[in-house]
C-alpha cells in the first residue's frame, strides 16, 4: 500500500517542495538567530502533504477532462501522471479519498502553526491549497488558460509561500529577504513545470489544455523557457547583493549548468520524447541549486 500511495501521489518530487521550506526557515536561522525545530517539523510536513495533494488533485482533474486519457493515447506524448486512473489501478472514488486526506494533513498543520506563531502561517498555505486545486479545477483552471497564470501560480506555491511561510512560522513576522530569496528557487521550480508541459504538448492542444506551449508553439516557449533560466540566474545574483544570501550563495550557480547544457542540444522543433532530458536537467538543476543554498545558509548561520 505505501508504495502505491508513493506512486500515486509522485512522492519522488517532494524534495521540489521540501527545499522552500527549509531555505525560509534556515534564513530565520541566519537574520534572526531562531530555528524552532518542532516548528520547522510541522512545516515540512504540512508542506510535503499539500505538495502531493497538489499532485493527486491534478490527476484527478485532469482524468476527469479527458487531458491523461489524451495524453496516453498519443502516439508523440510522454504520460507524466501517475497512471493510476487512467490504468485502473485505484478507483476515482479511492484516489479522491486519499488525495482529501492529504489535504486534511496539510490543513491540520496550517492550524497547529497558526496558533504557535500567528494567523498567517494558516493564510499562506491556505493560498497555496487554493492555488494547488484551482489550477486544475473548474472554475479558475489556471492551467487551462495559457496566459501564464499558471506559472505564476507555481512561482507562489513551489517559491514565494512556502519560504516566506516557513520564515514567518519560525519569526512571527515578514522580511523583504525571504521573498528575494524565494524567487531564485521558485523560478527554477516553475521551469519544472513549465518543461514539463513540452512532453505532451499537442495531447493538451487536443484535450483543450491551453498552456503556454499549446498558446505560443514550441520554439517560442523555448525561447521562454531559457529566459526563465536566465532570470533565476540573475535573481540569485540580486540575492546574494541584498543580502539575502551570503557571497559564496553564488556557488549555485553552477547547479543550473545541466539545464543550460541540455538547451544546446534541442532543435526549433522536437518530438515530445527529445524533451525527457530537458525535464531530467530541470528538477536536477534545481535541486542542486537549492541545496547549495540551503549549505551556504547553513554555514553562514553557524560561523
Known amino acids: 500500500m505505501l508504495k502505491q500511495f508513493m506512486k500515486a501521489s509522485r512522492f519522488g518530487v517532494v524534495p521540489v517542495m521540501l527545499i522552500p521550506v527549509a531555505l525560509g526557515a534556515l534564513g530565520a536561522f541566519v537574520w534572526n538567530g531562531v530555528f524552532n525545530v518542532w516548528l520547522f517539523l510541522?512545516?515540512?510536513?504540512?508542506?510535503?502533504?499539500?505538495?502531493?495533494?497538489?499532485?493527486?488533485?491534478?490527476?484527478?482533474?485532469?482524468?476527469?477532462?479527458?487531458?491523461?486519457?489524451?495524453?496516453?493515447?498519443?502516439?508523440?506524448?510522454?504520460s507524466t501522471n501517475s497512471g493510476f486512473l487512467t490504468g485502473g489501478v485505484w478507483s476515482i472514488r479511492k484516489f479522491a479519498a486519499v488525495t482529501w486526506a492529504l489535504f486534511g494533513v496539510a490543513a491540520a498543520c496550517g492550524i497547529i502553526l497558526a496558533v504557535f506563531s500567528g494567523p498567517w502561517a494558516f493564510i499562506f498555505g491556505a493560498l497555496g491549497g487554493l492555488i494547488a486545486y484551482f489550477y486544475v479545477a473548474p472554475p479558475l483552471k489556471f492551467g487551462y488558460r495559457g496566459k501564464?497564470?499558471?506559472?505564476?501560480?507555481?512561482?507562489?506555491?513551489?517559491?514565494v509561500l512556502p519560504v516566506m511561510g516557513a520564515y514567518y512560522v519560525q519569526t512571527s513576522h515578514l522580511d523583504l529577504r525571504a521573498l528575494l530569496l524565494s524567487l531564485p528557487i521558485g523560478l527554477l521550480t516553475t521551469l519544472i513545470l513549465f518543461n514539463h508541459h513540452f512532453l505532451h504538448w499537442q495531447a493538451d492542444r487536443q484535450a483543450g489544455k491551453r498552456t503556454l506551449v499549446v498558446v505560443w508553439g514550441e520554439q517560442r516557449a523555448l525561447g521562454f523557457s531559457r529566459f526563465l533560466l536566465f532570470l533565476s540566474a540573475l535573481m540569485l545574483v540580486v540575492s546574494v547583493i541584498a543580502g539575502a544570501l551570503p557571497v559564496y550563495g553564488l556557488l549555485a550557480l553552477p547547479g543550473m549548468i545541466p539545464l543550460y547544457q541540455v538547451y544546446?542540444?534541442?532543435?526549433?522543433?522536437?518530438?515530445s520524447h527529445a524533451y525527457i532530458p530537458l525535464m531530467g536537467a530541470s528538477v536536477k538543476s534545481t535541486q542542486r541549486s537549492g541545496i547549495i543554498m540551503i549549505?551556504?545558509?547553513?554555514i553562514q548561520g553557524l560561523i
Open 148 to 159: 501564464g497564470y499558471s506559472e505564476v501560480a507555481i512561482l507562489l506555491s513551489f517559491g
Open 42 to 78: 510541522i512545516t515540512l510536513v504540512g508542506a510535503a502533504a499539500a505538495h502531493l495533494f497538489s499532485n493527486m488533485v491534478n490527476d484527478l482533474w485532469d482524468y476527469k477532462s479527458g487531458t491523461d486519457t489524451a495524453a496516453k493515447e498519443a502516439v508523440d506524448a510522454v
Open 295 to 298: 549549505i551556504c545558509l547553513l
Open 264 to 271: 544546446g542540444k534541442l532543435k526549433s522543433h522536437n518530438n
